[in-house]
């Protein structure tokens, strides 16, 4: 009743969010940041990532039971300074836009993802051994491409903790998921992240990051995977080559609940669908134009997740260990980071105009593009703001013409590409998976490491992959 209950709270709290300030302050008009806008309005978003990173650590307790209101904290830290010092149409019109068309539509994808993948139960007994570990990560890298990485990854990591619940070292099984099956594995069609459908949407054919990122993609994918089975193998070893206990009318291999997958391709064609056709603006609230195909689709996602929740047996879910708390854990932090990065983005898209102006300019030399830098900017920046509108910002740096950067362009477009969707990887909120595949582990027992500690293995692991990737590519 208590989970049930705090879930009904925070429903009422988007809700009211979304609806009052749009009722009741509708309007035409509206104010935007300005491009000057020093760098020093995004230490509330600085903060909330360093809360994020020690607060575990320094105060388990407190974090535990007050994250959410940490999240608002940071979020009014840039909100109420910004209405003092801009204006309150100002801050009305940025706390709007974040939530209108960015935060509620990333959380209703997750909700419907996270509520459909976890219909999903993969039954019989998977012994986690450093073969079958390896396989599940491959198939996940695999299917990412092609269900997203949020949907691919809500698909299988359940099955790969419960493959490994006897094992003693289960931390690096989760880390190289979140590397592989949460990121990287969705580089090769638009369907797979965010910032590909983006570029999808300004006129990037289908299956042109398919062709063009395919053998960056192998390369990364089949290093991760040998190394990921080698490392397996030594802890298996070490462990003993531990079996699991025998339990009585063990299930066979099959799956339970497989309605989902039905579920999960509708998900899929309508995230696809809104991309490919305008309806047309439905409401403008405070300027901002919220378009009929794109309120179709957060409509249709609800109604199919409701779907799921309808059609599959409550036994299943129970028995696939689901529980709200990772999408609402997701829902609270991400929150706070929306709208305390709303300065950082601002900056960003400033350009050369803005206060990182310094940064932009390092990615073309001579009126030619510097590829290295646009695949290591745009993933750094991917890496702890939302991989999506660094991508924008990049591709229109590069000149925003589509045609031009599919073909004489095509080694720069591949950089943004692949540094937007790779280095996701590289923190835990680098990527929207990442933190629910995280919540997930903890909740069925993993002590996953800090944000700090996942950082000191994406940098040990990933940065050198990415120096080999620079070197052969870029």
């Known amino acids: 009743m208590k989970k049930k209950s705090t879930a009904l709270r925070v429903t009422l709290m988007l809700l009211t969010l979304l609806l009052v300030p749009a009722l009741s302050l509708a309007s035409d008009g509206h104010a935007t940041l300005p491009q000057s806008i020093s760098i020093f309005w995004i230490i509330p978003f600085v903060c909330m990532l360093l809360s994020i990173a020690i607060a575990p650590l320094a105060v388990p307790h407190f974090w535990e039971r007050h994250f959410g209101k940490v999240a608002v904290f940071w979020a009014l830290a840039f909100l109420v300074p910004c209405a003092v010092y801009f204006g309150f149409s100002v801050a009305l019109h940025e706390f709007l836009h974040a939530i209108l068309t960015d935060y509620m539509p990333f959380i209703i994808l997750l909700f419907s993802l996270f509520t459909v993948a976890g219909g999903v139960r993969l039954k019989g007994s998977m012994v986690g051994t450093p ?36 094992r003693r070292y289960r931390v690096h099984s989760v880390v190289f998921f979140i590397f592989l099956v949460a990121n990287i594995g969705g580089s090769l069609t638009p369907l797979g992240d965010p910032p590909l459908f983006l570029g999808f949407l300004k006129g990037v ?8 990122l395919f053998t960056k993609t192998l390369v990364t994918a089949l290093i991760l995977l040998l ?19 025998e339990v009585e009318n063990q299930e066979k291999l099959g799956l339970d609940g497989s309605i989902n997958l039905f579920f999960l391709a509708l998900i899929v064609a309508a995230v ?40 599959t047996d409550p ?32 900056i960003l898209r400033a350009g050369t105009e803005g206060a990182l102006a310094s940064v932009i300019n390092l990615v073309t030399e001579n009126g030619q593009p510097v590829n290295a830098m646009y695949f290591w900017l745009t993933g750094a920046l991917s890496s702890f703001l939302d991989n999506a509108p660094t991508y924008l910002v990049f591709f229109n740096t590069a000149g925003g013409d589509p045609s031009h950067l599919m073909n ?34 903890e909740e069925q027992g993993v002590p996953m490491p800090s944000f700090f500690g996942y950082m000191l293995w994406s940098v040990c692991i990933l940065l050198p992959i990415f120096a080999l990737l620079t070197w052969l590519f870029f």
């Open 205 to 212: 054919s289908f299956f042109w990051t398919t062709t063009h």
């Open 408 to 441: 004489e362009w095509a080694n720069t477009l591949a950089a943004i590409s692949a540094g937007a969707v790779f280095m996701g990887a590289n923190t835990y909120i680098g990527n929207a998976p990442n933190f629910m595949v995280r919540s997930i582990a």
């Open 131 to 166: 073969v079958v570990n390896t396989g599940i990560l491959a198939v996940g890298t695999v299917l990412a491409s092609w269900m997203g990485t949020t949907g691919a990854a809500m698909l299988l990591i359940r099955p790969l903790l419960r493959a490994n619940a006897h």
């Open 315 to 346: 036994h299943s879910r129970a028995l696939n260990d689901f529980s709200w708390g990772p999408i609402l854990e997701v829902a609270k932090l991400f929150f706070g980071i929306f709208l305390s990065m709303i300065p950082a983005i601002a």
């Open 227 to 245: 190394l990921f089975f080698l490392l397996d193998s030594i802890l298996y070893s070490r462990e003993g080559r531990p079996v699991p206990e």
């Open 272 to 311: 696809l669908l809104s991309g490919m056709y305008d309806l047309g603006t439905a409401i403008s609230i405070q300027g901002i134009e919220l378009a009929r195909q794109n309120i179709f689709r957060d409509l249709a996602l609800l109604a199919i997740a409701g779907l799921s929740w309808k059609f």
